[in-house]
């Protein structure tokens, strides 16, 4: 076993290569960027290496700095992760060639599978059934669009280095075809610096299911069975689970040992997936080969009990397979949840931040990045944590799964805790009902309600009836703070005027309660019970919904059934409150390095306004409210002092007083 392993790699990923590490007794160097400087993967490391600026490109994509840098801190191998270098053969040449061992496949493996049309005609060779097309790559839109008239419609357009779900097209029809050919070339070439594609028949709604597989130097090939990995969106994986729901056991074995055999062929070493489509009929279709670890692997490591991590370390270390393949075994239900900073309400568009507080709910497997009084970067995918449920069943695995996430913190940040509670809820996945196109086919569905507006200004007015202690809706009443209509039948206890999304909400408070209150919103009846603060944290319970809040200022955020809203209560309107509510500060002395905004922006709260830079390090300014920015007050390179005013955002969602 090595003695040193550097983790080329940031956030969850290489937390969790980390723990593996510290099981075995390895030790381990990590790598960091400036904009990553307080991140948890940091902790625990022998050593830790600047590796340069924020942006990836001048630092987790550069090889020959990584390489240096595990040179300099005396280890004998390098984990990639997954993402960045993990699927650059010229990167893995690199570390042999300097004497280092890269836990993974062999870099001509990974370079012929990187490229799907050779990856395809190796398979096919090999006896693994593969999608139907047109596999000659190319970047002639003449030859293109050949390729599409000789498969016909629907095709499906995919570049033949690409990944991460980028880069696709369906065409249905002949109709424009010169158009799509020609754009979808382009964005190869700008995502993937290389324009080939291939032309695959398009599958209509079909299942995508994944094989684990491991080979060690010796030769031996075990797979550690299949994941489920259809609910997508754009492509892109949400939800995982292993195994496969509802999976023929003949067509699962068939599928597993063509993987195997797969494998087998190209004497394939380390971890990888086998990535295939299942049609309505059930036929498999083989995809391609993730040269790397999985983001979905703790489903794997649930169901089969084994440490992914280990095998790879073990085996890149020249020991055979730990296991033959008849002690593998699969047990239960596993369900993976991905939780990304970004905004299902504003097209999932990635919303990095600085994070208030986190906290992660019990009896779930987490493996997160982010910690209270970090930051999500806005340079690198927004993805800050996964949640594992493993139960008997997948009823009971997903109802964990969908429990957690009500429990689990992350103010500061948007996120799609929501949207994934009420994917986890939705009848049709209960059922497995599920397809690759389910997810955006079915969108409106997982959009937030209505009544949770209401549900977050009754947790605002309730937290506020814990801030003016000892009885707020009594006669000793703070008037700053509720705004008392007398003879109100319809609020014997007061009413909380809170702004929510540019409108006013009237809560009636109706009724004490044990623990908490009766309210009343637009005709809606709301019972909130409400916990005690903990470290500046209000939590309590509306309805059936768990929420959690804090202040910022006179601003509320709310995190309510995992979606987040900010609120103001009406009392705060004052020109002083306002100022403070958007006046972003340093947070330290430094010096300006980004100003990504400009005097009449439309910013929203975990928007970065600047970023400063101080001994090395970059911490972000975000806003804390939505709004328009109404003042700049410095330009890049100026230095700032701790406090002073960088950029003021006013809240002119807000009628004037
Ligand atoms: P997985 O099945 O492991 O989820 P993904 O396709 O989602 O695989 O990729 C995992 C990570 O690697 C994601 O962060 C994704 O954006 C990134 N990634 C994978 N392939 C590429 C590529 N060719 N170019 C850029 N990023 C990639
Ligand atoms: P990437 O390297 O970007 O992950 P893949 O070939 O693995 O590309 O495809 C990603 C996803 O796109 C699949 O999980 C599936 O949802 C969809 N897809 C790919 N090929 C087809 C096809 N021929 N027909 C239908 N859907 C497909
Ligand atoms: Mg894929």
Redesign the pocket.
Known sequence: MFKRVLIANRCEIACRVARTCRALGVEYVVVYTDADAKSPHIEGAVAAVNIGAGPALQSYLDGERIIAAALESGCDAIHPGYGFLSENSTFAAAVDAAGLIFVGPRPETISILGD?ARAKALMAAAGVPV?P?ADNASDDPETVEYMVKSVGFPA?L??SA???????Q?LTQAAGLPEAVASAIRVARSSFGDGRLIV?????Q?R?VEVQIFGDSQGNVVHLYERE??L?RR?Q?VVEEAPAPSLPADVRQRLVQAAVQGARSIRYLNAGTF?F?IGKDLQF?F??V?TRLQVEHPVTECVTGLDLVEWQLKVASGEPLPLAQESIRCDGHAVECRIYAEDPADGFKPAPGSVIDVRWPRGLRVDAGVASGGAVPPYYDPMVAKLVAYATTREEALTQLHKGLGETVLLGLTTNIGYLRRVLADTGVRMAEIH??YLDDHGKRFTQGDGSVCAAACAVAASLSLTCAPSPWNDSWDHKLLDRVCLDSAAPLGRAHIWVDGQMLSVAIQAALQGGWRMGVGGEVCDVKIAEVVAGVWQGVTGQSPWFAVRHGSVWEVQLNGDRFTLLPAHARTFEDELVAGAAVAPLSGTVSLLPVNVGDWVEPGDVLAIIEAMKMEHSVVAVISGTVRSVAFVVGNSVKKGELIVDVQINELPST
């Open positions: 799907k999608v097309g499906l995919k570049p690409g990944g991460g779900g980028k880069g696709m369906v695959e028949r398009y599958i209509e079909p995508h990995c259809s997508q492509h994986k990535e489509i279709y995809l391609e993730n690759t196109r």
